[in-house]
């Protein structure tokens, strides 16, 4: 759907609105203002006091923060629902933050052919949405797009992870950054490295299963298989922060 053709203003002061999936919001990181698109926009010093002073809060006082990312969503989640909240929203934001596409690929999880099918389509999908974005977005504004981690840790070892096993499912992951990354160069959208980022914190720092949002061992950067605990929350953060300041 094309942009909302009506104006409307521009913010007062710097508005940051977070789109996407699990991987941007609160839950699993320990409650409100603890997921990575809240630490972006207001570190917690408590926890993470070498980010003291390096947030969108900080930067600008006048900042305000929409968080619009659910749990569970997908490329359709963000076309019919989020971009819709978007469009509805009184200003225009300034930054915008979208993590999206691998609860798409987990939805055909152990099939290569139709993973490779969802990829194209996820390209597709975030091509549309980012159209509509940048035609919403504040003159200047900036839209950061996340790639996906990988809780194996590139080790593809799906038994340690209590999953089927799915020799592809690298590669497959892989695939679908590289569309993330090539669809957002193409609509001038930074890239943010969470892929990378997370290297490291799942399968070789512990049991990405664990559920607690706080573990002891803060190189564990998962809980429940697939999201960011609090800790991983710092992790999102830090790639959305480095592709802003790129």
């Known amino acids: 759907m094309p942009p909302d053709p009506r104006p409307f203003p521009v913010a007062a002061g710097p508005f940051y609105v977070a789109l996407g999936d699990s991987i941007s919001i609160d839950d699993y990181a320990g409650g409100p203002g603890r997921g990575g698109a809240s630490l972006l926009f207001r570190n917690r010093d408590d926890d993470f006091p070498d980010w003291r002073g390096r947030d969108l809060l900080t930067v600008d006082p006048g900042t305000t923060f929409a968080l619009l990312a659910t749990d569970g969503a997908t490329t359709r989640t963000l076309l019919q629902a989020q971009l819709r909240r978007l469009r509805a929203l009184p200003e225009r934001p ?62 593809g070892d799906a038994v340690r992870l209590g999953l089927p096993p799915w020799t592809d499912a690298v590669a497959v992951i892989d695939e679908l950054n590289q569309a993330l990354r090539g669809v957002a160069g193409r609509h001038g959208a930074a890239v943010a490295d969470i892929a990378g980022t997370f290297h490291g914190h799942g399968l070789r720092a512990g049991d990405p299963a664990r559920p607690e949002a706080r573990p002891a061992e803060r190189d564990l950067w998962f809980c429940r298989l697939i999201e960011p605990n609090a800790w991983g929350a710092g992790g999102v953060r830090t790639a959305f922060w480095t592709a802003l300041h790129a």
């Open 94 to 155: 300034t930054v915008v933050t979208l993590t999206i596409g691998g609860n798409d690929l987990l939805s055909v999880y152990g099939d290569s052919a139709a993973a490779r099918e969802v990829v194209a389509r996820v390209e597709a999908a975030v091509d549309g949405a980012l159209a509509e974005i940048a035609g919403l977005v504040a003159p200047g504004g900036r839209i950061v797009v996340g790639t996906v981690y990988d809780p194996s840790d590139g080790t």
